[in-house]
């Protein structure tokens, strides 16, 4: 049996329709899904909380509608020609043969033309938006951040304060970011506060983000970086400027002495073994830099590079195994004892 003729057309047909459904489902069901809010915090860039990422968000908008409309119109006119100029039963004359048609090509040459032009300057106003910081000088304030393999250092250069793994900023403030890196490229990208801006050793990179309101805004290291590349995250807290006060001076304060017996053990346990090579816990012989500063690791809420929170378990985890729990990881395993670990995870939670 030879088949209809018409049969390779309705096949085509079928699959145009099919991915033409296809496509919108995934635009309906997915865009909705990462605007949404609700808790955990969706970590969209379309959920903007600061100025930076609602410039991004609205420029993306324009976009999304611009490429729908064009869209709909592409796929409509495959559609409708497919059906009006199929091939009919017992229809065995040529089509009419054409060749060009002036007034098409000159529109299909000028509309995406101005549709490109119109982008072009959107996205220079974006662009002058990120430049553009909303608030006085004396409202600003300065983070150096250094990516390692993999977590992120935070310095206070103004405030005398280093820790790791929780950028911790107040609300309503412009928050200057000098980003750097102490090994490879990293990329610091908060979605809904930034856009993606690189960390690059032995060269400083300008950012600035502001959270419209308190919160905790999760990110992720946007380059390449890696075994635990997707590990390195960016977890950054902002506080109304009374609790950001109120946290300066507490990271400002020496590490807490331990009172509990068993966080005193773990103190002699961190200091008698190898975590003092890498490890600063201020007011304490421990001066490494290779690891993230531990002096107030008891107050943050995420460790590991932001990839676990901070729990008595996840801590215990940690400790255990590290590059059984982050591929890559510079701390190697130090067979500690169960003893050891239980001391440790007291006293270094008792470091808030
Ligand atoms: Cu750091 Cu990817």
């Not at 430049?131 to 409202?139: I, S």
């Not at 729990?311 to 729990?325: A, H, K, S």
Request: with cysteine; hydrophobic share 45%.
């Amino acid at each position: 049996m030879n088949g209809s003729p018409r049969t390779p057309i309705r096949r085509a047909l079928l699959l145009i329709c099919a991915l033409t459904v296809m496509t919108g489902f995934v635009l309906v069901l997915t865009v909705p899904a990462f605007a949404q809010e609700g808790t955990p915090p969706q970590p969209s860039a379309l959920n903007p909380a600061g100025p930076n990422s609602a410039a991004i968000a609205s420029l993306f908008n324009v976009v999304l509608v611009m490429a729908t409309v064009v869209f709909v119109v592409v796929e409509g006119l495959i559609i409708i020609s497919a059906f009006r100029f199929r091939r009919r039963a017992r229809d065995a004359s040529e089509p009419t043969q054409v060749h060009g048609n002036t007034k098409a090509e000159i529109a299909w040459t000028i509309l995406p033309a101005l549709i490109v032009v119109t982008l072009f300057v959107m996205a220079l106003q974006a662009q002058q938006t990120l430049d553009t910081k909303p608030a006085a000088a004396a409202e600003q304030m300065t983070v150096k951040v250094i990516g390692h393999q993999f977590w992120w250092e935070y310095q206070y250069p103004d405030l005398g304060i280093v820790t790791a793994t929780d950028l911790v900023i107040p609300t309503g403030k412009v928050v200057n970011l000098e980003l750097s890196s102490a090994d490879v490229i990293h990329s610091f990208w908060v979605p809904q506060l930034n856009g993606k801006t690189d960390a690059f050793p032995n060269h400083v990179n300008f950012t600035w983000m502001q959270a419209n309101t308190p919160g905790v805004y999760y990110g992720q290291c946007a380059e390449l970086c890696g075994a635990s590349h997707a590990n390195m995250r960016v977890v950054v807290v902002a506080k109304t400027p009374e609790e950001f006060d109120q946290w300066v001076k507490e990271q400002q304060a020496p590490a807490a002495e331990p009172t509990d017996a068993l966080a005193q053990q773990g103190q002699l346990v961190f200091s008698a073994g190898a975590c003092i090579g890498c490890h600063t816990i201020d007011g304490t012989a421990a001066n490494g830099k290779v690891g993230p500063n531990l002096t107030h690791m008891g107050s943050r809420t995420s460790l590991a590079g932001g990839m676990l929170t901070n729990t008595e378990g996840n801590l215990r985890r940690w400790l255990t195994n590290p590059p059984g729990v982050k591929p890559g990881s510079i701390m190697p395993n130090l067979n500690l004892t169960k003893t050891e670990i239980d001391a440790l995870t007291a006293y270094l939670q008792s470091l808030k």
